[in-house]
């Protein structure tokens, strides 16, 4: 009797870990930015748009770490406004950064002199600089796959440990 039971309660117990799935945290989607041209004219303006910003009433953007403007967060989210690059910027490359309460989402930008025509630079999407140290890096894959294989295994086990025991008491 205390073998048929063993025998049952693996056999429920593999069942239930063949359609057991694993504990999924839901992660709320990263804040994303996108801006309408990578190259501008010092003076010029770069449209911003983003969303999954809920941490924070406004965004402010930054040139090479200094504030040049700040962009309004709906309820939804979302983000987005132009931001003037100052007159006063030195043609060359810059990081532009947009600070979604504890991300930091950059991009590099080319600006030229004013009066000179920019190079081509179309639109870009800014990139996490760095993150808060909250953050939790994702790494493997779920293991679904080998849940269902284990079940599945220990299911045919009892099931063939119930066979011969049915087996050998037939016989005797």
């Known amino acids: ?42 003076g010029g303006v770069v449209n911003i748009t983003g969303d999954n910003c809920f941490d924070t009433d406004s965004v402010p953007v930054l040139l090479e770490g200094e504030q040049i403007g700040s962009l309004p967060v709906a309820d939804d989210g979302t983000f987005g406004g132009a931001v003037t690059i100052p007159s006063d910027t030195d043609p060359g490359t810059y990081t532009l950064e947009a600070i979604c309460g504890e991300t930091v989402l950059s991009i590099e930008i080319t600006v030229s ?30 293991i679904d796959g080998l849940l269902k294989v284990g079940g599945g295994l220990l299911v045919a086990g009892a099931a063939a440990t119930l066979l011969a025991t049915k087996r050998r008491t037939a016989t005797a």
């Open 1 to 42: 009797m205390t073998k048929k039971l063993l025998l049952l309660t693996t056999l429920v117990v593999g069942v239930l870990a063949f359609f057991a799935g694993p504990a999924s945290a839901q992660y709320p989607d990263a804040p994303t930015a996108v801006i309408d041209s990578t190259s501008v004219l010092a």
């Open 113 to 142: 002199a004013a009066g000179v025509t920019p190079g081509p630079g179309g639109p870009g999407a800014m990139g996490p600089g760095s993150t808060g140290d909250d953050a939790l890096a994702r790494t493997g894959t779920g």
